[in-house]
């Protein structure tokens, strides 16, 4: 028998200063763009009609922010307040934060034997990648891929045990790895693993004990303002 299960929609924040510049974010917060406050308005007017039924976000401002604006534009959903889960946070960097990009996975190709951070990308996966981010950061703050991953997990079976079966639609504002990493573990067949666009949407429902994933950094619903 098909049980109702719960529909969970992933949305990452909007672009942040810190995305605009290219600068490692996992923990630190920075504020969202203008463009980035836009195209979460794009992404919460295509999402108007669609009824939530609980609002979750990371601790982290950006996706306090983004979920207040998409709620904004929503025409169906009642006042609620937003949970905010530690749990759902991006990947700690350690003493990487705030670092350019290029920079600091340049550390951790040289820290894994590579000539370029593009040989690493090529030639690793991502848990590989993250561990050698913790042994290469000289405090060893940054998180491997088991940190993080339990971190999340816990946060993921609250969610499902509260929701499971009520056949509600869920809104979860979150962080590109964060996001990514979640699909990537728990729907199998999803060989798009591309990095999340921001304020892009994932869709997933869960029933049976399975997920099923129905949309996948998606920015086709954007609308621009009538």
């Not at 600068?23 to 108007?48: F, K, Y």
Request: charged share 25%.
């Amino acid at each position: 028998m098909t049980t109702k299960g719960v529909t969970i929609y992933f949305v990452r924040h909007g672009e942040t200063y810190l995305n605009h510049y290219g600068r490692m974010q996992g923990w630190s917060n920075a504020p969202l763009t203008d463009n980035g406050i836009e195209d979460v308005r794009r992404c919460g007017r295509g999402l108007s009609d669609v009824k939530f039924d609980a609002v979750y976000t990371s601790d982290l401002t950006r996706t306090q922010d983004t979920a207040s604006i998409i709620l904004e534009e929503n025409k169906q959903t009642d006042k609620m307040d937003m949970v905010q889960m530690p749990e759902f946070r991006e990947v700690f960097f350690g003493s990487y934060e705030g670092m350019p990009g290029s920079e600091a996975w340049g550390k951790v190709a040289e820290h894994m034997g590579y000539d370029t951070s593009r040989d690493m990308f090529l030639n690793t996966e991502i848990p590989d990648r993250m561990n050698a981010f913790r042994e290469a950061d000289p405090y060893h703050d940054a998180e491997n891929f088991m940190m993080f991953w339990n971190r999340v997990e816990q946060g993921l079976i609250k969610l499902i045990d509260k929701h499971r079966d009520t056949g509600e639609t869920i809104l979860l504002v979150a962080h590109g790895g964060t996001i990514r990493y979640i699909l990537q573990n728990l729907i199998p067949d999803l060989t798009d693993t591309k990095a999340l666009l921001n304020a892009s949407v994932s869709v997933a429902a869960y029933h049976d004990g399975k997920y099923h994933l129905d949309r996948y950094n998606d920015v086709s619903h954007f609308r621009d303002e009538e």
